[in-house]
């Protein structure tokens, strides 16, 4: 049997790669965004909702001034998401800030204390 590839999951991949294009080509503006990076996105199967996760930078910008800038950016994004995605209703978009990149430098802070305790 063929594997199935949701409507949702294809949309998920084009957002990352959309909202990503914006942020490094500078076309979203305000500047927090600038340090933030998309690190994935989920549609639900419904596709009414685009969780869209985010990462900066360690210690180079403040994760909520990004999440703010992100927001408010959240209309202009949507407008050309409706462009690229060719759909009739654009998934609400929730911005959402990613913290498995924060927990893996707290692991490997961990492990290479443990490392220099032997």
């Given at each position: 049997?063929?594997?199935?590839f949701?409507?949702?999951?294809?949309?998920?991949?084009?957002?990352?790669?959309?909202?990503?294009?914006?942020?490094?080509k500078?076309?979203?503006?305000?500047?927090?965004?600038?340090?933030?990076?998309?690190?994935?996105?989920?549609?639900?199967?419904?596709?009414?909702?685009?969780?869209?996760?985010?990462?900066?930078?360690e210690?180079?910008?403040?994760?909520?001034?990004?999440?703010?800038?992100?927001?408010?950016?959240?209309?202009?994004?949507?407008?050309?998401l409706?462009?690229?995605?060719?759909?009739?209703?654009?998934?609400?978009?929730q911005?959402?800030?990613?913290?498995?990149?924060?927990?893996?430098?707290r692991?490997?802070?961990?492990?290479?204390?443990?490392?220099?305790?032997e």
């Amino acid at each position: 049997m063929p594997p199935t590839f949701k409507r949702a999951a294809r949309i998920s991949d084009l957002i990352i790669k959309e909202v990503s294009q914006m942020i490094v080509k500078g076309e979203i503006k305000d500047p927090r965004v600038s340090s933030a990076f998309i690190t994935g996105a989920k549609v639900s199967d419904n596709l009414s909702v685009a969780n869209i996760f985010f990462s900066v930078l360690e210690d180079y910008a403040d994760k909520n001034e990004v999440l703010k800038g992100l927001e408010s950016a959240k209309g202009f994004i949507k407008t050309r998401l409706s462009k690229k995605l060719k759909m009739r209703k654009i998934p609400d978009l929730q911005f959402k800030f990613d913290t498995a990149l924060e927990t893996a430098y707290r692991v490997d802070e961990v492990l290479r204390e443990i490392g220099s305790d032997e």
